[in-house]
Every structure is written in structure tokens, then in C-alpha cells.
């Protein structure tokens, strides 16, 4: 088969770096085109020589010249690009089969959404695209034949555990709920008391994934899988009563598919996110990923229980913001995105994260969103009544 032509964007991150360790392993079955960061500069122009990527794109344009100079120090050829324009640019090539979206946040929509207008196979890790513009992202990818494969280890096991042939009826095909596991995150058992005290160090200290800062707080508060419960109903057509959320503090089994006849398909594999994305970049293929294999006599039991939703009311507003539609998603995306960092800025408590979402939802006027401008607009709203919030948060907890 003729190689395959990949461009990351975010390939300085967690999925981004697991993306081309896969990668390596095939060198005759895919190639670079494009490799894409914010910031780390020294570890992209690393990346573009080690994988001789035609292009490399910085996310902000005044880091390239830094850029250039990094690139020529380790000799290699890749084009510079700078910028939104610049990500687009590289994800329409026509060299680009497919586009790996692993950039965090709000900041990956127009990259993402530009890929499945180009028609490009979409691997999507970037989730929260999808909760802020889920709509838009079926319509567009329909619209241009384009494909998403999902990259978030959960959905990735929900496509794994569907059948083949689905076609966006989950009824038709006789599927009564989709059930997304969640670890619980570190604080899963944690006294009430103590919630209030966790330092950033401890929510990013996940138990069983190693992943960007940003998620692991998102996990740390279940905020992220109220996330994924929404890129479930984009990404499936769901209704939110066929979308469950299980604890399952192992994180074995990634989700499951709960059919008409009482069978319940699950995917198993150990936290690695190399599986998902080596089953998203080869798919229909399967291909080897490098990851540990489950030795299932060594799982001495494999538990589930129910989301606690008082003590972890991320997934609760999650729920709420779907039900409400329109903006509130978008809302509760911003919100939940600026308190993660004020959080991780040691300027408000873990426990301030929900409380800082809930009165963000609370104080936005309710709006339809129809097209991408209704979705950024919606953004900076969010972002602007958070930061308020956060001010005055701070100034309580001062
Ligand atoms: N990590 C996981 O295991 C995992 C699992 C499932 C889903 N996901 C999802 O995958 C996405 C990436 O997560 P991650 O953990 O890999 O994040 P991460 O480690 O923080 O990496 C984020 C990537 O995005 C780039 N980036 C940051 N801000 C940007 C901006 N404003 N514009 C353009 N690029 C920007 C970063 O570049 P610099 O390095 O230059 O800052 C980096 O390449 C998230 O949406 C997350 O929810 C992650």
C-alpha cells in the first residue's frame, strides 16, 4: 500500500509525541508532512528532523524565527509556517491523507474543523472541538466526505464496540446505551475535606494515564468525562439518555456498547494511548503499537461503580449544559478551560473549578449557535465571565 502522508497538529504533546512513537514503528506505511506546535520550539524543530517533516508551523508567530534558527542548528529542511493560516495551510496539502488533531482546547477548533472541510481523514483527540462545535463538525464532514476517527481512548473503544456498518442510528443498529468509563481520577476516594487543598502537582498525578496537564485536571474533577459525554452525542448521534458514565478506577475496559438483545461489547486494553491511535491511523487495519499486552490473570477484579455527582459536579453540568444546547457547551468548555489554568496558576482551589463553571453557565445569556463566528463569539464569552469570576475568587480566597 502506498504510504500514508500524516500531519499532527500539536506534536510536541502527550497524544502528539505517542502519535509519531507509533509512527516510528512503521516507517513504510506512513510519513510525516507536517508537524505542528505552540510554543516548544526546540522539541518541534527535534521532531521535524528526526521525522524529516516538510513543514513545521508554530501556532504563534512570533516564535518563528526562533524557529528557523532551531530548525537550521539541527539541519533539518522543513518550511516554516506561523499561525492559524499556517495550520490550515498544512492540513488542506493534498500530501495530507490524514490529519492528527492533538491540540488542547478551544485553540484546536479551526485547525480541526478546516481539516474535515478539506475532506482529510480527521483523528480526533482534540475533544474539546468537538463538545464546542460538535454540529458543525458532523454537517462539515459529511458535507466534504471527510471521516472522523475517534482518538479519545473512550471513544475510540465506543467505534471499536459498534458495529461496523454503523450509520449514525444508534436505534437501527439496536444499540440501547453507549457507557463511557472513567477512572475517578486521583481523588476518586479522597475525603470531602481535603478536596479543597489539592495542589496542582497531586490533580495532574493521574493514577493510571500519562497525559497533558490540562486532562489530567479535567480527570481529576470529571469535568472531562462531562467532555466526553458530549463529543459522544456529536460523534454518534446519541441521545443524552443512551450515554452512561461508569466509574471503573482499573481503566482496563475503555467504554462499552450496550445492545437491545442484553449484550454489552466492551473494548479492553491497558492505559496507553498508543492502542487508540494506532487503530485510528491504520483503521480498518490493525497494526502493531508497541504497547504492554493484558495479561488477564494478573487483573484480579475489575470494578464499576456510580458516578458520585456531589462530590464531582463537573459531570452533572455537563449533562445540564447538553440539555440546554446552543451556547452553553461553549460556556462550560471556556469556563472549564480558563479555571483549569487559573488552577494550575495556583490562583483559585481545585474545588473552585465547578463552582467557577456552574456561575458562568449562570450569567451567560442563552444563544443558538449556527455557524463557526456563533461558536467563537460564544468562547469569549465565556472566557470573559470566567476571568471575572476568577477575580473575584481570588479576591475571597485571599
Ligand atoms: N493526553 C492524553 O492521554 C489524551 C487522551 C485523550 C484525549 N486527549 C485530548 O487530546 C488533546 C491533546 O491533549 P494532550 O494531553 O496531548 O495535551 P498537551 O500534552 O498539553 O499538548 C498540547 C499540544 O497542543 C499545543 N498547543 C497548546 N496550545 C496551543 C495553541 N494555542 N495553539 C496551537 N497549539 C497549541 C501544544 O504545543 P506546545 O507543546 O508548543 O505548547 C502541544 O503540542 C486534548 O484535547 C485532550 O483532551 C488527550
Same mark, same amino acid.
Request: glycine share 6%; net charge negative; proline share 5%.
Given at each position: 500500500?502506498?504510504?500514508?502522508?500524516? *500531519?499532527?497538529?500539536?506534536?510536541?504533546?502527550?497524544?502528539?509525541?505517542? @502519535?509519531?512513537?507509533?509512527?516510528?514503528?512503521?516507517?513504510?506505511?506512513?510519513?510525516?508532512?507536517?508537524?505542528?506546535?505552540?510554543?516548544?520550539?526546540?522539541?518541534? $524543530?527535534?521532531?521535524?528532523?528526526?521525522?524529516?517533516a516538510?513543514? &513545521?508551523?508554530? $501556532?504563534?508567530?512570533?516564535?518563528?524565527?526562533?524557529?528557523? *534558527?532551531?530548525?537550521?542548528?539541527?539541519?533539518?529542511?522543513?518550511?516554516?509556517?506561523?499561525? *492559524?493560516?499556517?495550520?490550515?495551510?498544512?492540513?488542506?496539502?493534498?500530501?495530507?491523507?490524514?490529519?492528527? /488533531?492533538?491540540?488542547?482546547?478551544?485553540a484546536?477548533?479551526?485547525?480541526?474543523?478546516? &481539516?474535515? #472541510?478539506? !475532506?482529510? #481523514?480527521?483523528?480526533? &483527540?482534540?475533544?474539546?472541538?468537538?463538545?464546542i462545535?460538535?454540529?458543525?463538525?458532523?454537517?462539515? $464532514?459529511?458535507?466534504?466526505?471527510?471521516?472522523i476517527?475517534?482518538?479519545?481512548?473512550?471513544?475510540?473503544?465506543?467505534?471499536?464496540?459498534l458495529p461496523?456498518?454503523?450509520?449514525?442510528?444508534?436505534?437501527?443498529?439496536?444499540?440501547?446505551?453507549?457507557?463511557? *468509563?472513567a477512572?475517578?481520577?486521583?481523588?476518586? +476516594? @479522597?475525603?470531602?475535606?481535603?478536596?479543597?487543598?489539592?495542589?496542582?502537582?497531586? /490533580?495532574?498525578?493521574?493514577?493510571?494515564?500519562?497525559?497533558?496537564?490540562?486532562?489530567?485536571v +479535567?480527570? =481529576?474533577t470529571?469535568?472531562?468525562?462531562? %467532555?466526553?459525554?458530549?463529543? =459522544?452525542?456529536?460523534?454518534?448521534?446519541? #441521545?443524552?439518555?443512551?450515554?452512561?458514565?461508569v466509574?471503573?478506577?482499573?481503566?482496563?475496559?475503555?467504554?462499552?456498547?450496550?445492545?437491545?438483545? !442484553?449484550?454489552?461489547? /466492551?473494548?479492553?486494553?491497558?492505559?496507553?494511548?498508543? @492502542?487508540?491511535?494506532?487503530?485510528?491511523?491504520?483503521?480498518?487495519?490493525?497494526?502493531?503499537?508497541?504497547?504492554?499486552?493484558?495479561?488477564?490473570?494478573?487483573?484480579?477484579?475489575?470494578?464499576?461503580?456510580?458516578?458520585?455527582l456531589q462530590?464531582?459536579?463537573?459531570?452533572?453540568?455537563?449533562?445540564?449544559?447538553?440539555a440546554? !444546547?446552543?451556547n452553553?457547551?461553549?460556556?462550560?468548555?471556556?469556563a472549564?478551560?480558563c479555571?483549569?489554568?487559573?488552577?494550575?496558576?495556583?490562583?483559585?482551589?481545585?474545588?473552585?473549578?465547578?463552582?467557577?463553571?456552574?456561575?458562568?453557565?449562570?450569567?451567560?445569556?442563552?444563544?443558538?449557535?449556527?455557524?463557526l463566528? +456563533?461558536? %467563537?463569539?460564544?468562547?469569549?464569552?465565556?472566557?470573559e465571565?470566567?476571568?471575572?469570576?476568577?477575580?473575584?475568587?481570588?479576591?475571597?480566597?485571599a
Amino acid at each position: 500500500m502506498d504510504s500514508q502522508g500524516i *500531519t499532527i497538529l500539536g506534536s510536541t504533546g502527550s497524544v502528539g509525541r505517542s @502519535t509519531l512513537d507509533v509512527i516510528a514503528q512503521h516507517p513504510n506505511r506512513f510519513h510525516i508532512v507536517a508537524l505542528t506546535a505552540h510554543r516548544n520550539i526546540e522539541l518541534l $524543530a527535534e521532531q521535524c528532523h528526526a521525522f524529516n517533516a516538510g513543514f &513545521a508551523v508554530t $501556532a504563534d508567530p512570533e516564535n518563528e524565527r526562533a524557529l528557523q *534558527t532551531a530548525l537550521k542548528e539541527r539541519g533539518a529542511n522543513a518550511q516554516v509556517l506561523s499561525g *492559524t493560516e499556517g495550520l490550515e495551510e498544512v492540513v488542506a496539502l493534498p500530501e495530507t491523507n490524514a490529519v492528527m /488533531a492533538a491540540i488542547v482546547g478551544a485553540a484546536g477548533l479551526r485547525s480541526s474543523l478546516h &481539516a474535515a #472541510r478539506s !475532506g482529510k #481523514r480527521l483523528l480526533l &483527540a482534540n475533544k474539546e472541538s468537538m463538545v464546542i462545535a460538535g454540529e458543525l463538525f458532523a454537517q462539515t $464532514a459529511s458535507e466534504n466526505n471527510g471521516v472522523i476517527i475517534p482518538v479519545d481512548s473512550e471513544h475510540n473503544a465506543l467505534f471499536q464496540a459498534l458495529p461496523e456498518r454503523f450509520n449514525g442510528d444508534l436505534e437501527a443498529c439496536g444499540v440501547e446505551q453507549l457507557i463511557l *468509563t472513567a477512572s475517578g481520577g486521583p481523588f476518586l +476516594d @479522597t475525603p470531602d475535606a481535603e478536596l479543597a487543598d489539592i495542589t496542582p502537582e497531586q /490533580a495532574c498525578d493521574h493514577p493510571n494515564w500519562d497525559m497533558g496537564r490540562k486532562i489530567s485536571v +479535567d480527570s =481529576a474533577t470529571l469535568v472531562n468525562k462531562g %467532555l466526553e459525554v458530549i463529543e =459522544a452525542k456529536w460523534l454518534f448521534n446519541a #441521545r443524552p439518555d443512551q450515554i452512561k458514565v461508569v466509574i471503573h478506577p482499573q481503566s482496563i475496559v475503555h467504554s462499552m456498547v450496550a445492545y437491545r438483545d !442484553g449484550s454489552v461489547i /466492551a473494548q479492553l486494553g491497558m492505559p496507553d494511548m498508543r @492502542t487508540p491511535i494506532a487503530h485510528a491511523l491504520a483503521w480498518p487495519a490493525r497494526i502493531e503499537a508497541g504497547v504492554q499486552r493484558l495479561h488477564l490473570p494478573d487483573l484480579s477484579r475489575l470494578e464499576f461503580r456510580q458516578p458520585d455527582l456531589q462530590r464531582f459536579p463537573g459531570l452533572k453540568l455537563a449533562y445540564s449544559a447538553l440539555a440546554a !444546547g446552543g451556547n452553553a457547551p461553549v460556556i462550560l468548555n471556556a469556563a472549564n478551560e480558563c479555571a483549569v489554568q487559573a488552577f494550575l496558576d495556583r490562583r483559585i482551589r481545585f474545588t473552585d473549578i465547578p463552582v467557577l463553571i456552574e456561575q458562568s453557565l449562570q450569567m451567560a445569556a442563552w444563544q443558538q449557535i449556527h455557524e463557526l463566528d +456563533d461558536v %467563537l463569539e460564544a468562547d469569549r464569552t465565556g472566557r470573559e465571565l470566567a476571568q471575572q469570576e476568577i477575580q473575584s475568587m481570588e479576591h475571597n480566597n485571599a
